[in-house]
């Protein structure tokens, strides 16, 4: 298949992982973040780790957008989807992460909520399309990736006259992230996490572009290499990583040059702009809130935002107790330290948001790495 299967060739992927390890200078070592969780997956499922030498660390970041959301507002959406006459449409995953209680909205609709799986934001202005006489409710998430088509949802339901259609927005910002995760205290203060640079996410910039990244390479002093998710991609953004840090660079590169520019697609960005506008601060699950972190319904759309329509409980929720889920999504620590992992917490009965989606940290590590985690402990 163009495009990917010679991103996956096995002798490129040893020589790259072989330039890694020459140039990955004895008596220093490299943390490297990837800020995405299709990177999480990528990373897991080529299993990169066992590729790279054991001064090259790779560490989970943010990335994942059911991961990243808090208890409340899955709780939030559960109130909505109970509501007299809703109907609560949204991507498969969310369905399955844990609420207040360990209640799901998978297990809310077993309940008897009417709530829907859609597979695009036009299959949700299709079923209020269909059901004029009931409110449907698109519980949006996502970082910029998933934006745009929230954006043109509600245009297209504005321009369609639909008034029993909203949309409940949780759309994050991932420089926002990036930005919290380096004035943390872990890792300006405490030092308990090292970072020397970032593989920045693939589809995120393509929508945002590269540019939004030079910020923090300049200020934080910290690379970044915008990278696909193909394992030639990821192999060779860890050898760019690790030529900067050896060259005492921090600059943005970008490896994915086949889908993302500097400047990113600008019309996706106006359309975002139209109808979306920052929130004073966000929630999120791992961060706590992070200030112009998360985007809100403007004023002129006021009347497709379900925030306005319903009365949501809105309260800040802690995560399950043991769930190590909010020190994964910050880096500090991996999947295989949570007591729970693997054992009451496993994909078909997930106990946090990180062993739901396929980006969690959690979820990949129990698909691809568990077995490898158990051989070196045996080994060790
Ligand atoms: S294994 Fe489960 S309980 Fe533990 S951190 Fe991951 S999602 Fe949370």
């Keep these: ?50 590729l790279l030498p054991a001064n090259v660390r790779m560490i989970h970041g943010p990335g994942c957008p059911v991961c990243v959301l808090p208890v409340g507002r899955i709780d939030d959406a559960i109130a909505i989807a109970r509501q007299p006459g809703v109907i609560l449409c949204t991507y498969g995953d969310v369905l399955r992460v844990p609420g207040s209680g360990r209640v799901s909205l998978l297990k809310a609709k077993a309940g008897g909520a009417d709530v829907r799986m859609v597979l695009s934001t036009m299959d949700a202005l299709r079923i209020a399309e269909e059901n004029p006489d009931r409110e449907v409710v698109f519980f949006a998430i996502g970082f910029e990736t998933t934006t745009p088509p929230t954006a043109l949802a509600i245009q297209a339901a504005q321009a369609r006259g639909l008034s029993n259609f909203t949309v409940f927005c949780n759309h994050v910002l991932t420089p926002s992230a990036i930005q919290n995760i380096l ?47 193909e394992p030639l991609d990821v192999l060779q953004a860890i050898l760019m990583l690790v030529r900067q840090v050896n060259e005492g660079r921090a600059g943005v590169e970008n490896q994915f040059t086949r889908a993302v520019t500097r400047d990113g697609n600008r019309k996706a960005q106006r359309l975002v702009a139209e109808v979306f506008e920052m929130r004073r601060s966000f929630e999120w699950r ?36 043991g769930c190590e889920c909010g020190a994964i999504l910050r880096g500090v620590k991996r999947p295989s330290d949570c007591k729970l992992f693997g054992t009451v917490c496993t994909p078909e009965n997930p106990m946090g948001s990180c062993m739901v989606s396929a980006e969690g940290g959690c979820a990949a590590h129990y698909t691809y790495g568990r077995f490898r985690d158990h051989q070196n402990a045996g080994a060790a």
């Design 1 to 50: 298949m163009k495009y990917v299967d010679e991103f996956r060739d096995a002798g490129l992927a040893r020589g790259l992982a072989a330039a890694i390890g020459r140039e990955a200078a004895a008596g220093r070592s490299y943390h490297l973040m990837e800020f995405c969780g299709g990177h999480t997956h990528a990373i897991s499922r080529y299993g990169i780790p066992d």
């Design 183 to 229: 004035e943390s205290p872990e890792v300006r203060e405490l030092g308990t996490l090292p970072l020397d640079g970032f593989i920045g996410p693939a589809h995120v910039s393509v929508v945002i572009g590269s540019r939004p990244y030079e910020y923090f390479a300049e200020e934080y002093r910290k690379p970044v290499v915008v990278a696909g998710f």
């Design 286 to 321: 791992g961060l706590g809130i992070v200030p112009y972190s998360g985007l809100r319904i403007k004023e002129a759309y006021g009347a497709f935002d379900a925030e306005r329509r319903f009365a949501v409980p809105g309260r800040s929720v802690p995560d399950h107790k």
